[in-house]
Structure formats: structure tokens, C-alpha cells
């Protein structure tokens, strides 16, 4: 296994009397693709928001980059661990001002020559900047989203469902851009896809959970030959 991008121990999470995630171990590898599967309320959500300090563990303790979850101040930790959502949230206004608003958030001026490389480096043309976002296609939000994180330059990048709301070929460029993204920069991504064809050709690694809990992890190859039986099923389609 790979240097770990991020670590979890014995992780652990209730939300109300709902046991979330149970006894969580496992590693993220630094500079791969690690795809996150299972049913609907498997925890998985959960787990990604844990991963840059969204949320806090109840047991357990998690290793971000090196240093403890808890002794990361919280701007620092989410520049350093981005997330990028299926509904690619845009404010009102242009792409640039929505590629700007982290930055204006912290009062920090942004470099706009990098913008415009980033905003070419996602398949977008610079004149897209001044477009309005809310003209702006499933595909194409997708594409601001990702390049406002790729903005602040991160070593980790949280995917949760970034594809699912997209038809064929926008699924298609997002995967590419993503997979480009890795290439050049060497991000550790993690990715929730309920696409098992998507998560086996993208991911170099796989957790599959279920029930909160992490029944199988290893080479996304897994995914062909399931060792548990509850992961043969799921991957088979016999457990929703």
C-alpha cells in the first residue's frame, strides 16, 4: 500500500440513536484514486465529510496529511482537502465570481493569469469567466465547481457524486477531466460513485461500505471478484 493521504482508526459516528459508521480503519493512499461504493445510507457521505473536518468523529481518530483531524485550524485543513458536490453549488453572478468567492471569502486577492489556466485546464474557455453561472449547462457547473477547487491548489480532492446527475457525454468529459487533473497534479482523490463500472475503471483502490461499516477494501479489481458475500450481492444488483 501506498503512503497514506489520509488514515482512519477505529472510526466510529452516531447521528441521533443512528450508528452511522462502525469501527472504520483503513487508508486513503497518497496520489491515487480511491472510489467509495455501497447502498444508499451506507455511510459514505458521512465518511467524505469527515475527511476534511466537516465533521468530527464520535471514537476513533483520523490523520490528515500527516497530523491529527484535531489539530488542524478548519480554513487550512479545507484549502489543503477540497470537496466538490453533485449539485455544484454556484452563487449568483458570473463564473468568476464564483471561482473567486473562496478567495473572497478569507478577504485574499486571486491570481486571475492562474484562473485563466485553470479555468482552460477544465475544458472551459476564458471568455467562459464572464458568463452568467446560472446559464450555464450540468456539465459545465461541474467544470466551474472542480476548477474553483483547483483553485486554492489542494493535495486532496473530495468527489461525492459528481456525475450522477449528468447525461453520457458530460459523465464522460468530467471522468477525463478528473483523470487529467490526477495526471498532472498528482491529487489524491477520493470519489463516492453509485456507478460500479464508473468506480472500477477510475479508482486504483475501492472501499465498498454497507451499513456503516467497511466490509471490503483492496484494488478496485474487487469489484470483479468480491471476497464478501455481501459485497458479491451488491455488486450483483441483489442488495439495493
Known sequence: MQEAAISFQDVSMKRGEQQVLKQISGQFPQGKITTLVGPSGAGKSTLLKLCNGLLSPDEGSITILGNPLENWEPVELRTRVSMALQS???ISGTVEENL???YALQGAEVDVDKMRR???EVGLDVDYLQRDSKDLSGGQRQKVSIARTLLMEPDILLLDEITSALDRASRQEVEELIQHI???????IIWITHNLEQAGRIGHYTWVL???ELVEQGESS???DPQNDRVRQFVR???A
Do not use: N, Q, V, Y
Not at 490526477?182 to 489524491?188: A, D, I, L, P, Y
Open 88 to 90: 455544484a453549488p454556484m
Open 100 to 102: 473567486t468567492l473562496p
Open 118 to 120: 485553470i479555468i482552460k
Open 182 to 188: 490526477h495526471k498532472t497534479f498528482g491529487t489524491t
Open 210 to 212: 454497507m451499513d456503516g
Open 222 to 224: 474487487l469489484l470483479e
Open 237 to 239: 444488483g441483489d442488495e
